[in-house]
């Protein structure tokens, strides 16, 4: 099972909008409605900021959303801010019933 | 509240096996299942299986079939990942996960679903 694409990095002003994407195939992104974005600061453990596609667990920030189409999924963060600078991976459900993750994308405030 | 708390760093030589250990609390730990993921320095995250808590069903990435083994013990609310005939490449920190398995109250599985807490990792360093 071959990762998920992200591209490598990706970034902006504080208060813009930035879009990471996350491609795949119709065996895991586009076959399913299964995929999760997270978020990592350098030293510490992945969080949980996106399910299900657009789905935000409690306590997530609404800068952040999900969406899909086809075998590409993408993660927006809008009103960009400091905090928000962190490598994101996304994950997706495959059809060997396992999970395949992203590529990271190291996104920098600038 | 929910905590994964894991077992500490480990050093271990080339053709060794190594035990990470991965204690919940604050939730009921049948009615979930754990992954674990693993992160080489540097690099990105990589899933290597999941555990279902209920009833010990597990599923692991193929290319770590026959190396790998996930346990859990429910009387300590603790889960277990041996790795065995370590290599330099499997030097990497370690991460345990929750993520719903199985609908307890029909049984009927879960796909999909997402690693919603994580432990804090744990490095395993496989050197001469």
């Known amino acids: 099972q071959s990762a998920l694409t992200q591209p490598a990095s990706v970034s902006g002003s504080p208060g813009q909008s930035i879009t990471i994407s996350c491609t795949g195939t119709s065996s895991d992104v586009g076959g399913y409605n299964y995929v999760s974005w997270y978020q990592q600061h350098p030293g510490k453990a992945p969080k949980l900021m996106i399910y299900d596609v657009s789905n935000r667990p409690s306590g997530v920030s609404n800068r952040f959303s999900g969406s899909k189409s086809g075998n590409t999924a993408s993660l927006t963060i809008s009103g960009l801010q400091a905090e928000d600078e962190a490598d994101y991976y996304c994950?997706?459900?495959?059809?060997?019933?396992?999970?395949?993750f992203g590529t990271g994308t190291k996104v920098t405030v600038l | 509240q929910v905590q994964l708390v894991q077992s500490g760093a480990e050093v271990k030589k080339p053709g060794a096996s190594v035990k990470v250990s991965c204690k919940a609390s604050g939730y009921t730990f049948t009615s979930y299942g754990i992954s674990w993921v693993r992160q080489a320095p540097g690099q990105g995250l990589e899933w290597m299986g999941w555990i279902s808590a209920y009833n010990g069903n597990t599923n692991y990435a193929q290319k770590l079939q026959g190396r790998v083994t996930m346990t859990t013990d429910t009387s300590t609310s603790t889960a277990y990942m041996e790795l065995r005939s370590l290599r330099s490449d499997d030097t990497a920190v370690y991460y345990c996960?929750?993520?719903?398995?199985?609908?307890?109250?029909?049984?009927?599985?879960?796909?999909?679903?997402?690693?919603?807490?994580w432990g804090q990792g744990t490095l395993v360093t496989v050197s001469s």
């Open positions: 996960a929750r993520l719903r398995v199985y609908d307890i109250l029909t049984g009927y599985p879960l796909p999909g679903r997402p690693f919603d807490y």
């Open positions: 994950s997706s459900y495959t059809s060997s019933s396992t999970w395949v």
